[in-house]
């Protein structure tokens, strides 16, 4: 199979499982038992390291679709008069409720951040590999479900983006460490368990994780493009470009199917997904 093929299914793993509370990471490190990147002269130089940077940088393909599709919810900026309301002076030319969440969503961010930046080689030595993918896979399934069952009569405390405090945040970001130190939890399976448990509904827990994405991604990529150097050959360049171009066009369809399934259904259908999938990878090992 070409690499350049390779990078294609890579992408669309990274574009459906990356929003969808799956592990995306989980994913990508299972799929890469099966078809890893092959190192050849003048094509890939380290196939090893080179995979370790692309299941992370291929992630800013799918942030660009939140940019898109969420653009209005996260621009701080007024720039018509229609968004300025007829406001003057340099504080009529800022959105002050998205600068507040833009604030808040930073709150999230610095959990993960310490704990990435200062153990990022050790957790990666210890837990990227298939087992520790499968049990994360397997105990975040049974938290959805769980979680799920003791939500079923509750009524959410917080039903608005502007709702969440900057104490709702830093929790959720706590939560975060744990998808930042075990492969296979998800992210976005992380911080939304972390959000309905504090009482916080579907529709915003989910569209809170969107937006956290952007900052712990583009900087969760550039550790990993530090790490590995500029220097790129073209087929690496090439299959990095690919990637993430793949990943931003499925992740466009996968973003549009989450928010419209979550105010119909909720979550236990990821949670048996999860536990599934974690049971056939711990048979096919044995």
Known sequence: ???????????????????????????????????????????????????????V?????????VVLLFWKQIWPFALTKKERQDRTGAAAYLKKDIWVLWLKILVSCVPAAVIGILFD??????????????????????????????????????????????????????????????PGTSRSGATIVGALLIGVSRTVAAEYTFFLAIPVMFGASLLKLLKFGFAFTGTELLLLTV??????????FALRFLMGYI?????????????????VVLLCLG
Request: aromatic fraction near 12%; glycine fraction near 8%.
């Open 263 to 279: 105010k119909k259904h909720d979550f236990r259908v990821f949670g048996w997904y999860r536990i599934a999938l974690g049971i």
């Open 121 to 182: 080689d050790e957790l990666d030595a210890l837990f990227y590999n298939p087992v520790s993918v499968s049990g994360a896979l397997i105990v975040f399934g049974i938290a959805f479900i769980v979680i799920e069952n003791r939500n079923k009569n509750r009524t959410p405390k917080v039903t608005g983006l502007s709702q969440i405090t900057y104490q709702t945040a830093l929790l959720i970001g706590v939560f975060q460490v744990i998808a930042a130190v075990f």
């Open 57 to 65: 940088v291929i992630q800013l393909g799918a942030i660009l679709a």
């Open 243 to 252: 990637g993430m171009a793949v990943s931003f066009a499925v992740s466009v």
């Open 1 to 55: 199979m070409s690499e350049i093929i390779k990078a294609v299914i890579y992408g669309i793993v990274e574009g459906i499982t990356e929003w969808l509370p799956i592990s995306s990471t989980g994913h990508l490190i299972l799929v890469s038992e099966l078809i890893p990147f092959a190192a050849s002269e003048g094509g890939i130089t380290d196939a090893d390291a080179f995979f370790e940077m692309f299941e």
